[in-house]
Nanobody, 129 residues
Framework: EVQLVESGGGLVQAGGSLRLSCSASGLTFDDYVIGWFRQAPGKEREGVSCITSSDGSTYYADSVKGRFTISSDSANSTLYLQMNNLKPEDTAVYYC??????????????????????WGQGTQVTVSS
């Protein structure tokens, strides 16, 4: 059974930084993609960033490109999201998500959360202005 457990959320002022972690267990497959989605109040869930298990390819939503960095520590089965220069519009619940297989288009994968096989419970990030 795959389990994803997020941590690291909190309250930070605009311009500050946070690092989210996702502890993944049960991902014993050769090929998978894992990443982050977020959902702000009153808005649809949106993809933030993802990384593939095969070659470490990454993709970022335009809204976070240059500010967020995704990385993984395979030895500890942990995914990270380093978030710098946070803005109030980054306020959301951040979910760790994973799917079996490697999508041919990571942009399309992040654009449709119906393709996600496994979800974490989410962690709240609040950025004050």
């Amino acid at each position: 059974e795959v389990q994803l457990v997020e941590s690291g959320g909190g309250l930070v002022q605009a311009g500050g930084s946070l690092r989210l972690s996702c502890s993944a267990s049960g991902l014993t497959f050769d090929d998978y993609v894992i990443g982050w989605f977020r959902q702000a109040p009153g808005k649809e869930r949106e993809g933030v960033s993802c990384i593939t298990s095969s070659d470490g390819s990454t993709y970022y939503a335009d809204s976070v490109k240059g500010r967020f960095t995704i990385s993984s520590d395979s030895a500890n089965s942990t995914l990270y999201l380093q978030m710098n220069n946070l803005k109030p519009e980054d306020t959301a619940v951040y979910y760790c998500a994973s799917s079996l297989g490697i999508p041919s288009d990571l942009r399309l994968y992040l654009g449709n959360d119906r393709w996600v096989d496994y979800w974490g419970q989410g962690t709240q990030v609040t950025v004050s202005s």
